[in-house]
């Protein structure tokens, strides 16, 4: 079974800046694709953006160019750095892995393993 533990999340103001990161952990020899989903309060959850295991990355165009998804294979983790941050931006965050390698898959479905979720809000 693999673990998934994002931490990061907080209160920022708007225009400010957070880096939410993703750990994973219970199968040192998996590889996965990862991405984060967010979800805002009486909404579906929705593809925020991924990264394949050879770090091709792939965004949803409401945070192209804000936000970045790095990896470290070494270190079982992954990261959203989070700039220019606006309020439509508070929501739950969840970090997820796919078996499936090198395609970045934006529906929930193809994801296998999910965090338990962080909570960003942004103030106006």
């Known amino acids: 079974q693999v673990q998934l533990v994002e931490s990061g999340g907080g209160l920022v103001q708007a225009g400010g800046s957070l880096r939410l990161s993703c750990a994973a952990s219970g199968r040192p020899d998996s590889r996965f694709a990862m991405a984060w989903f967010r979800q805002l309060q009486g909404k579906e959850r929705e593809f925020v953006g991924g990264i394949t295991w050879s770090g091709s990355t792939r965004y949803a165009d409401s945070v192209n160019g804000r936000f970045t998804i790095s990896r470290d294979n070494g270190k079982n983790t992954v990261s959203l750095q989070m700039n220019n941050l606006k309020p439509e931006d508070t929501a739950v965050y969840y970090c997820?892995?796919?078996?499936?390698?090198?395609?970045?898959?934006?529906?929930?479905?193809?994801?296998?393993?999910w965090g338990q979720g962080t909570q960003v809000t942004v103030s106006s």
């Open positions: 997820a892995a796919d078996v499936q390698l090198y395609v970045v898959r934006t529906l929930m479905a193809a994801y296998e393993y």
